[in-house]
C-alpha cells in the first residue's frame, strides 16, 4: 500500500509539472502572436536578432510593446524606426561596453629594457669605481 502511495503522488506532481510547462507554453505562444500583431516584419526581425545578444533587453522592449498595446497607446503597427527610438528610451542610449585588455608581462618586455640601458646617463656611479 506504501508503494501504492507513493507513486501517486509522484504522479500528480508530474502532472503538475507538465500543466505548468504546458501553461507556460501558451502563454509564450499569445506573446508571440500578440507581438506579431504589434510589430512589423522589419522590426520583429530586428527583436530577434536583438534576442540573441540581449535577451533580457529584448524580453524588456516586449513588455513595454505589449504594455503599450493593451493599454490602446499604439497607432497601427511599430514600424523598425519605431523600435530603435524605443530600444533608445527604454535601454538609455547606446550604451557601450567597454573591454579592457589587461597584457601579461614576459621576460622579454620593454620595461625590463629600461633597466639595463638606465646606465648611459649616471657618470657618478662611473666616478665610484674608478
Not at 506504501?2 to 509522484?10: A, L, M, R, T, V
Amino acid at each position: 500500500m506504501q508503494f501504492d502511495q507513493g507513486s501517486e503522488k509522484q504522479q500528480t506532481e508530474e502532472e503538475k509539472q507538465q500543466q505548468q510547462k504546458k501553461a507556460q507554453e501558451e502563454a509564450e505562444e499569445r506573446r508571440r502572436a500578440l507581438l506579431s500583431q504589434i510589430l512589423e516584419s522589419d522590426a520583429r526581425e530586428r527583436l530577434n536578432r536583438i534576442a540573441l545578444v540581449r535577451p533580457e533587453r529584448a524580453r524588456g522592449v516586449e513588455d513595454y510593446l505589449i504594455k503599450l498595446a493593451q493599454g490602446g497607446k499604439l497607432q497601427g503597427k511599430v514600424d523598425e524606426k519605431q523600435l530603435i527610438k524605443m530600444l533608445e528610451n527604454v535601454g538609455g542610449g547606446s550604451s557601450s561596453t567597454k573591454v579592457k585588455y589587461q597584457r601579461k608581462k614576459s621576460a622579454f618586455d620593454e620595461d625590463d629594457d629600461d633597466i639595463i640601458d638606465d646606465d648611459e646617463g649616471d657618470d657618478e656611479e662611473d666616478d665610484f669605481f674608478k
